[in-house]
C-alpha cells in the first residue's frame, strides 16, 4: 500500500511543479477558453439582435463548459500519452515496479480533478459575463460525470497508444478533440443512436438536469455505466495492442 502511495504523491507534486513552471500556459489556457466563449456569446447576441432568451443562453453555457471538460478530459490520456512519447521518457515509466498501468490510473484521477477545477472556474467566468446564474446540484453533476467520463478515458487510451508507433498524432487528436462538440450538444435522452456516443448520455444528462427536466429513472444512470465501460474496455484493448506492438519493435525509446 505504502508504494502505491508514494506513487501517487510523486505523480501530485509532478502536476503541481509543471502548473507552476509553466504557470504561463496553465492561465493562457483560460485566457485562451474565456476568448472562445466571448466570441461565441457575442456572436450568438449579434445574430439575435441582442435579444437572446433564457434557455437558449443556459444551453450555450452549460454545452460550452461541457466541452471545455470533455476536452481536458480526452486530452489527459491521449495527449500525456504523446507528450511522454516526444520527450523521450515513456520507455520510464514502463520501469516503474507498479506497471505503467497505475501510473496512468493516478494521472486520470489527478487530471479528472484539474479539470473539474478548470471547468469550475470557467463555469463562474461565463456566468458572470453574461449575468445568467444557473443552479447546479454539485454533488450530482460529480455522480453523473464519474459515470460518463470513463468512455472518453477509453477513446483517449485507443488514440493515445497511436503515438506510440506513428509517434506524431496531433493532427487526428484534434478532429477529434472538436468532434466533441457534437458529443455534448446531441441529445441522448430516451435512448437512440446519439446515446452511444461516448459522453453523450451523460452530456445530455447534466444539461436536462440544470435546465429543470424531469427525474430520469434508475435503468439509465445503468445504461450510461455500461456505455463508458464498454468505451474503456475497447480503448484497454487497442492500448494493448499497440503497445505490444511498439514493444515489438522497440519504439518506446524513439522519437
Not at 71 to 85: G, L, N
Amino acid at each position: 500500500m505504502k508504494r502505491y502511495f508514494n506513487l501517487f504523491a510523486a505523480e501530485t507534486m509532478k502536476n503541481i511543479a509543471e502548473m507552476r513552471r509553466y504557470l504561463f500556459d496553465t492561465l493562457s489556457a483560460v485566457v485562451i477558453f474565456y476568448i472562445i466563449f466571448l466570441a461565441m456569446f457575442f456572436g450568438l447576441k449579434g445574430l439575435a439582435k441582442g435579444q437572446i432568451s433564457a434557455e437558449t443562453l443556459d444551453h450555450m453555457i452549460i454545452g460550452y463548459i461541457l466541452w471545455t471538460f470533455a476536452m481536458t478530459s480526452f486530452q489527459s490520456t491521449s495527449y500525456k500519452i504523446y507528450e511522454e512519447s516526444q520527450r523521450g521518457t515513456l520507455e520510464q515509466l514502463y520501469l516503474c515496479s507498479l506497471g505503467m498501468e497505475w501510473t496512468l490510473i493516478f494521472r486520470l484521477i489527478l487530471d479528472f480533478v484539474f479539470s473539474f477545477f478548470f471547468s469550475a472556474v470557467m463555469l463562474f467566468i461565463t456566468m458572470l459575463t453574461t449575468g445568467r446564474w444557473l443552479s447546479i446540484d454539485i454533488p450530482y453533476v460529480f455522480f453523473i460525470l464519474l459515470l460518463s467520463l470513463p468512455a472518453l478515458w477509453g477513446i483517449g487510451l485507443a488514440f493515445g497508444s497511436l503515438s506510440m508507433v506513428f509517434k506524431k498524432t496531433t493532427a487526428f487528436m484534434q478532429v477529434i478533440t472538436f468532434g466533441l462538440i457534437g458529443a455534448v450538444s446531441l441529445n441522448g435522452y430516451p435512448v437512440n443512436v446519439m446515446t452511444f456516443i461516448p459522453f453523450t448520455a451523460g452530456a445530455t444528462t447534466i444539461r436536462r438536469s440544470i435546465t429543470g427536466a424531469p427525474a430520469f429513472p434508475a435503468s439509465w444512470y445503468l445504461t450510461i455505466a455500461l456505455i463508458s465501460l464498454v468505451y474503456l474496455i475497447a480503448g484497454i484493448v487497442i492500448f494493448k495492442v499497440f503497445e505490444r506492438e511498439a514493444r515489438k519493435k522497440n519504439l518506446l525509446n524513439q522519437y
